[in-house]
């Protein structure tokens, strides 16, 4: 068989590469969620929400309100922390919107609007990208949790299958984030309608507290927030007890959140000029 | 010879401003459009338009033969757009910006940081390439930005005012590298504020002012509209500036602008009357703190076109003190 070497020069074949459009979705999102990345590594403060202020809550709460609420700094401990990692993904979802109302203002975006990528790629990027910062949320959280004298009370394989189903609830409520992003006027206004979701959501919940411990028309709000069904089906996973229901509510919430808030922060994105 | 972007009628509101109104224009292939106008005329409007950014309320364009509006994709394959404010991502590097529009476009990665590299030397940021991009001067970021678009090696350039705020020797630098660009077969559309930008680089011009197309031309004709040249003698002595204006209207049979500061205009076509009006000036007495003969500068092509006075633009002249 003869081989007839062409001289392949590869900077010329920038169309040449025909791949299916998922596959294409799937390169493209990773390559841009690369670059969000190397923004955070070169900007590492802005890892703050994630890495300082769990530990800061965590400690404030268990020291503060241990003894008060549940007699024992470290009963509440075991009780607080599957509560102040949920509180922790509500408050780091906030970034994210942040951060692309600000790369929008700049044009960064317009010029990923012109390039020949599916649309929806540079969101799902920088959603991706938030993966790091959750996974940085748990480890900091469970860490100085550990260090405290927090402990699993069930075992390894549901402590794990608790952290994969809060990154999932995460990455699902970086899409309200993202959402507030595109259609806040600056960056300043994201971050203030973002604590105005993200505030009641965390207080207004079996976070700090037993829900059976509040007046009834309250109940009825903590019940129906997301992040209690999230810290419902994480305290059963590390602490033991029901997880069913819990977990049905909370895959619920995802589904719910990821099909509302993802077609909405697309089309806003699409309409941003 | 077809045309590589073609627009008809174009029509863009944002709410009650209407930043286009029936806007129609056209490049040929492999050659530069310059679309002049002041600020708010609705260069950007358009540009963004012709590269898939919005969508206009009516009207129509094709870039490379594909409608910007039924087939935006296959127009995004073919162009390359540099903003008027550089829209390089801040926290990357050169290389990584250079690098990410690569794998964009689907280039390989050993492909896309052959072709930075490549872009870098020719936009001599080499020495910069591994430094954040926030670090760099703004000459070097539109350098970046350009260099961006040029990515994917596009058969259409919209080049957004790219030396707006350039020193002049970074103009020159830019005025270069859009003149390879053509040299290597894109067609360029480039909107500026300054005319002797566009006289520079473009092969037609087309002016716009408030939404509206007044007037599309070679740079030759537009010149012969507005007048090829503007000379503007400045008297020591500010009271004699009235014997200047008439000395001036016996020598160039044109009417002469009194201008801020006692300076005195006048169109005029060609450096010839400088020969005249010198020795005149000597021969009355009047000694000139400035002299020189400059193209006109935008707001003088709008009075030509429009009969409006309005102070727009920034004057950009290469002044010749004689």
């Known amino acids: 068989m003869s081989v007839l070497t062409t001289p392949m020069d590869d900077t010329r074949a920038v169309t040449a590469v025909p791949t299916p459009r998922p596959l294409r979705l799937v390169r493209h999102s990773l390559a841009l969620a690369r670059r969000s990345l190397i923004k955070t590594r070169r900007t590492p403060e802005a890892l703050i929400d994630v890495t300082i202020q769990p530990i800061i809550f965590l400690t404030l709460f268990v020291y503060i309100f241990g003894g008060a609420v549940a007699g024992s700094t470290h009963q509440y401990l075991q009780f607080l922390l599957p509560g102040i990692l949920a509180q922790m993904i509500g408050t780091g979802a906030v970034a994210i919107g942040v951060n692309l109302n600000t790369d929008i203002e700049k044009g960064v975006f317009d010029r990923f609007r012109s390039l020949p990528i599916p649309r929806s790629a540079p969101l799902l990027g920088v959603v991706l990208a938030d993966f790091v910062r959750y996974a940085l949320v748990i480890v900091m959280t469970l860490g100085c949790g550990f260090v405290m004298g927090f402990r699993i009370e069930t075992g390894p394989l549901q402590a794990l299958f608790g952290c994969v189903v809060t990154v999932a609830f995460a990455m699902s409520l970086s899409w309200v984030s993202v959402y507030i992003g595109m259609i806040a006027r600056s960056s300043g206004a994201v971050q203030g309608i973002m604590f105005l979701i993200v505030l009641p959501l965390s207080f207004g919940s079996n976070v700090f507290v037993q829900t059976t411990t509040m007046p009834g028309w309250l109940q009825a709000f903590v019940r129906v927030n997301p992040l209690t069904q999230l810290v419902g089906t994480t305290r059963g996973l590390f602490l033991g007890g029901p997880v069913a229901r819990p977990l049905l509510w909370t895959v619920l919430w995802m589904v719910g959140l990821v099909s509302v808030f993802m077609p909405l922060a697309l089309r806003a994105y699409r309409r941003r000029a | 010879m077809t045309n590589a972007i073609e627009a008809h ?294 009075f030509a076109l429009t009969g409006r006075r309005e102070t727009i633009a920034p004057v950009l002249s290469k002044e010749s003190v004689a």
């Open chain 2, 9 to 302: 009628g174009l029509v863009k509101r944002f709410g009650s401003t209407t930043a286009l109104d029936g806007v129609s224009l056209a490049a040929r292939s492999g050659t530069v459009l310059g679309v002049l106008g002041p600020n708010g005329a609705g260069k950007t409007t358009a540009v963004r338009i012709l590269a898939t950014l919005i969508r206009p309320e009516a009207g129509s364009a094709r870039v490379g033969g594909h409608d910007v509006l039924r087939h935006p994709e296959r127009v995004r394959e073919l162009i390359g757009l540099t903003g008027q404010y550089a829209s390089v991502d801040e926290d990357l590097s050169g290389t990584q910006n250079l690098v990410l529009i690569g794998q964009l476009l689907d280039l390989r990665r050993p492909a896309a940081r052959a072709r930075a590299k490549e872009l870098l030397e020719w936009f001599d940021l080499t020495d910069a390439a591994d430094r954040p991009a926030k670090t760099y001067s703004g000459g070097m970021r539109r350098r970046l930005d350009l260099a961006a678009s040029l990515v994917g090696r596009p058969q259409v350039v919209f080049l957004d005012e790219p030396t707006t705020g350039l020193d002049p020797a970074k103009r020159e630098d830019m005025w270069g590298v859009i003149r390879r660009l053509v040299a290597d077969g894109s067609t360029v559309l480039l909107t500026t504020q300054y005319l002797e930008e566009a006289d520079a680089l473009a092969d037609e011009i087309t002016v716009i002012d408030h939404g509206k197309v007044i007037a599309h031309d070679t740079p030759d004709g537009l010149k012969r509209i507005v007048g090829s040249q503007t000379l503007r003698v400045r008297p020591a002595d500010p009271s004699r500036t009235d014997d200047v204006a008439r000395l001036l209207v016996a020598v160039t049979g044109a009417t002469p602008e009194l201008q801020a500061q006692g300076a005195v205009t006048v169109p005029v076509d060609g450096d010839a009357v400088l020969g005249q009006v010198v020795p005149r000036l000597a021969a009355v007495g009047i000694t000139v703190t400035e002299l020189s003969l400059q193209l006109p500068s935008l707001d003088e092509v709008f």
